[in-house]
């Protein structure tokens, strides 16, 4: 019996055994005096590291792929390639990787360096990815810097490159890099296993080496080294690839070796690439560009179908699992090739109601309040120091210490809209507190503004209205128009699939809940109106009320966490990934009532009636979160919010003799 | 804004803050270093100590009774007792105190000690319980010794007594104990504010003071030391006790003072109890009471109505909260009165599906293993060295840390029946297997076995069919008559409201779910056609399949617990209480398997073939658990178990050609 409890107990260790190392702070609610080890989380890949990944899915058969970016060269290039991660992110990529240039300051804190770009796609948009290090002309100090700082970003993967050599007069040092080789070393030697390596292999053989067979036995050097995985140089025919895996194989280099995939997507970019890495190009694909080379269009499309047949005969040959885009920093050449190869995620699986981060301190996450559901990015910024991290429910946040949100145009979390787009959309001119209603009404309806344009977003939410919320469209558009300003809101759900299309997530085979949330801002007389009408719907509606000053009122019982989304999903404990917490709440009201300046006010001059409107709005309403706990019920929301409404064109009439019947409730007007 | 949140934290605080002070250790997952504390309990009454309880329901204006006890003189009268404890624990008492009597051994480990008895109603029947102590002719030692023997047994209330001196030649002691005051004091002094202090108090005065007067100065003195609240010495009139409480309030003591309640239950014991507290009974009673001195039932029934009353009059003063009843050990007379003022609680609330532990290190506990559903008791034995108690979640338990259960014959763990009683349901004499089954459908059915002998309970289930289980009979019924020996199942619920007569348990307003459950013993073959039925309701069914050597089989995913019951309540993260853990389950096979021996083949004589046929059972047979996931559904676990029967009726005829398809079955039978 006891071996047997052993044996089991093993075999959890095993699978758990991963997660671990690696992270510097597994975060977590287990303690080591506890014997309680915390719920591994819901999405295996959250918690296995990449080489891990990488065989599960390889042995199981199924095909990936990974996708190369370069850093951008200005500040507005990043927020667009930020945006491009989330969205080719969503196609389902194994991993990205960030490739490192020493002359671009790679390794700094710009924006724009190597190792930003890199720790916003892993901590914001939640991709697994490998930044490239190059080690040529470094000092051992510096690459032990550029790795120690990697780590402390979250990042666990290396592309371990030797680099160009900057100017002729390169010559080997004694003790320092002279070749990826002694970078694999030596992130082996200072970083034990923390990181998954990754070398380059050139299936024509490195431009430098002395030759194709000495250039073989330097990659069997970097493997044996410690490097996990190989990604191949670009190449024009499978057969060249393919060859290269036999060799490879032949001299017993046994890890992954991937296939570094370029989409020929127009002349001069084929041209310069091929200067670069000294490659030829082969004289049947010379054949049909040269006749077309001024022809972007037809360009790209014959770089997509030769991609894709070669991609097709690579992936029969049973050689290879997973296939390395080059996407030069280019969205639609690569995306077909992996349409057409079946290989993008049309439809991208939800692991949790909310975009995950992919820091190793985070991977047991699993519960967040509803607030920043639109601003994801910033709620990872705002609790960017915590060590642990809530894991299987909220629990009671006496102190949920999150960071202050000074920095709003933080590349990452900046509005990808220009100012100009966003006075067209909210208004060059706000002549009254409608005019700004009428601004919500029309991101809400999708229908353009009166000036003509469409608004696309709104400080609180900087893209369209998620298809889930769409659901609400008719009710949120008829509040909005009277001043019930909505910024956030779900449905209620009870029980649909996990696999449904609009609000599954989580692993198939489950079921997936929600009670009904609305969240807005709001008159302080709609306020008074709402708390006597909130009255009637006691027990079953849970409030919470605050203006910019802090006054609050709510009927949370003990300050206690409200689950609205969970899901029930086969042989699991309950998953509880989103909460309406009342003290995270008076955190939110900071950032949302900021939002009103920041975001909007600012756009307008000084003392400008625009700005004045924003800044009354700013420091009167209330802001309001509704929950309606009786989720197998119609909603009741909508219900309230009309009956605050009726109550405010109908009011009782004041006679003297029912007056008394009325001080009760002027008690709760909040503020007083 | 920061004095806000400021504000919030507190009113958690206060919230909270009574729950740590007293318990050593206060369990939950959080940890010194998380900023995380643990999520409070459903039941504010977990958590609160009694004077916070008692405070709340008076507030209220709630009235509430407690029960007094004294300790048995056998070691059956302690089963009997706990038994008792279990039945009019079920009617609601705010809590129950044991008396104390120097002479009986009461700080023992005895299972007739007073320290035992109470520490049972605690820890096994989630009892709020008071300790009686005496002072007098004790050592300081000698009562700090059982003041921390208390405190570790999870007990965290002192009636301070002074009790009856020893002997004539008492003496009044410089430094020890001459009154309860001095007991109060030392209490105080020397475990600060751990316990909770009750005092008596002399409605017409203490038989031994100079006055009334001087009692309730001396009183004034208990109080101003340190002590809680009071409860009466029993009196015949509801006036003596207002006027003695008009006395004590003119004083300036301020805290409850209970009246003691006595409903005269026969006259022997009436004159015996008059002699000992040195009261007169009033005349008004003697001249009812002594015309029918010899009839039993016409003293109680006058004792009853007597009682009723004068807690009307009690409780209509306004000046009495609750009441506390001198029950003699005995229920029929103290329920009839509680029941006659609306004070018994008819259908209690199940504050979570299983009984409660009142130990302070399990106030935080809200998740346990379904597998002890019909042994709680057993379970809180084999936890009790637990420092952390599941929170929240079950979590992976990789080192659940069971203890052994080597004593089964403990006084709060044995079977309420005789050996007598058990060999009348179990059979006198067993002829076969099929004969063991006959035992569990009489159970079921709750039809008389061959014998003529109803079977009340069994060695894994000490009471009648639970009325849940009851919905099930049908089916139970039909699968043990089959040799599928049933010991404990729940049905699938799809949300039904958790004021729910039969399935219903926590707060109001709220939700239950439940996975359908099985668990049964039956024969390798059965299992061999199980395991193959079961390849068609992946993933729907989870199972997990072990025989007493602990060879096992599961398809559970990473040894995680399943969730198995849960419910979800206005405002509140989701309760999760009952779950199907893989690790614990091989906890408990160990005591499911030893039942077999334990408490059925030791019934029999060495070598005889009823004992044979029991240690058959427990040698061959496997212990199965089945859970459906799909809760919305109707549950399919009858349709396995159909299943498997069909196919042990007509199995699939073995043609050479055809084997290949049965070697993958065969590699799954357990113990292959």
Not at 127 to 139: G, K, R, V, Y
Not at 299 to 309: D, F, H, S
Not at 330 to 347: C, F, P, S, Y
């Amino acid at each position: 019996m006891v071996n047997q409890v052993q044996r089991v107990e093993d075999t959890w260790r095993t699978c758990s055994k991963s997660d671990s190392s690696g992270a510097s702070n597994s975060g977590g609610e287990s303690s080591k005096e506890s014997s309680r080890s915390s719920t591994p989380v819901l999405d295996t890949d959250r918690t296995d590291r990449l080489r891990d990944k990488m065989r599960r899915r390889t042995e199981s058969g199924d095909h990936w792929f990974s996708l190369e970016f370069f850093p951008p060269r200005t500040a507005s290039g990043a927020v667009n390639l930020i945006s491009r991660f989330d969205r080719m992110g969503s196609g389902g990529p194994l991993f990205i990787d960030i490739t490192w240039h020493p002359a671009g300051d790679p390794g700094s804190d710009k924006e724009t360096s190597s190792m930003m770009i890199a720790s916003t796609a892993v901590n914001y948009c939640g991709l697994e990815s490998i930044l490239h290090l190059t080690c040529c002309n470094q000092t051992k100090e510096k690459i032990t810097g550029y790795l120690s700082k990697a780590k402390r970003l979250g990042l666990k993967n290396i592309m371990a490159l030797r680099g160009d050599p900057m100017g002729a007069d390169w010559e080997e040092e004694e003790a320092g890099f002279n070749y990826a080789t002694d970078l694999v070393k030596h992130i082996r030697c200072e970083f034990d296993d923390y990181f998954d390596i990754c070398v380059a292999g050139y299936p024509t053989g490195h431009p430098e080496a002395e030759s194709y067979d000495e250039d073989l036995r330097h990659l069997k050097e970097k493997v044996d080294a410690g490097a996990d995985f190989i990604i191949t140089q670009l190449f024009f025919r499978a057969d060249t690839f393919l060859k290269f895996v036999r060799d490879c194989r032949a001299i017993g280099i046994t890890c992954p070796i991937l296939p570094g995939i370029f989409p020929i997507q127009g002349y001069q970019s084929l041209r310069q690439l091929v200067k670069l890495s000294k490659l030829e190009v082969p004289e049947e694909i010379m054949r049909v560009i040269e006749p077309i080379k001024d022809n972007d269009a037809a360009i790209r499309n014959y770089g997509i179908e030769q991609a894709v047949g070669m991609c097709r005969v690579l992936l029969e040959s049973g050689e290879v699992p997973g296939l390395h885009f080059y996407t030069l920093n280019r969205e639609v050449a690569t995306m077909e090739v992996l349409r057409q190869l079946g290989l993008w995620i049309e439809d991208p699986r939800r692991t949790l109601p909310w975009a995950v981060s992919a820091h190793p301190k985070r991977k047991v996450e699993d519960v967040r309040p509803i607030f920043w559901a639109s601003r994801p990015k910033s709620y990872i910024y705002r609790t960017q120091d915590w060590d642990d991290f809530p894991n299987g429910r909220w629990g009671n946040s006496s102190s949920p210490a999150f960071g202050e949100l000074n920095d709003y145009y933080l590349f990452y979390l900046k509005s990808k809209s220009s100012k100009d787009a966003l006075l067209k959309m909210w208004g060059e001119e706000l002549t009254s507190e409608q005019s700004v209603y009428e601004v919500f009404t029309s991101y809400i309806t999708a229908q353009p503004n009166v000036a003509g344009h469409k608004v696309m977003c709104l400080p609180w939410n900087d893209d369209p209205l998620a298809p889930e919320t769409n659901l609400l469209k008719d009710e949120l558009d008829k509040v909005n128009r009277r001043g019930v300003l909505t910024i956030n809101s779900q449905p209620s759900i009870n029980g649909k699939p996990s696999s449904d299309p609009i609000v599954g997530w989580g692993p198939p085979g489950g079921y997936v809940f929600q009670k009904a949330y609305l969240e807005f801002f709001t008159s302080s007389e709609n306020v008074t109106a709402l708390l006597k009408v909130l009255k009637k719907y006691e027990p079953r509606v849970n409030y919470h009320i605050v203006n910019v000053h802090g006054q609050n009122t709510t009927n949370a019982h003990d300050m206690q966490p409200n689950a609205v989304t969970w899901g029930i999903f086969p042989g699991r404990e309950i998953v509880q990934p989103t909460v309406v917490d009342p003290v995270s709440f008076l955190y939110w009201k900071d950032e949302a009532f900021a939002l009103w300046i920041e975001q909007w006010a600012n756009l307008y001059e000084d003392e400008s009636p625009s700005r004045m409107i924003i800044k009354y709005i700013h420091d009167n309403y209330f802001l309001v979160n509704l929950v309606d706990n009786d989720f197998p019920l119609d909603n009741c929301l909508w219900q309230v919010i009309d009956d605050m409404f009726e109550l405010l064109d109908n009011p009782p009439e004041e006679q003297p003799a029912e007056q008394p019947n009325d001080e009760q409730s002027d008690k709760e007007q909040p503020g007083k």
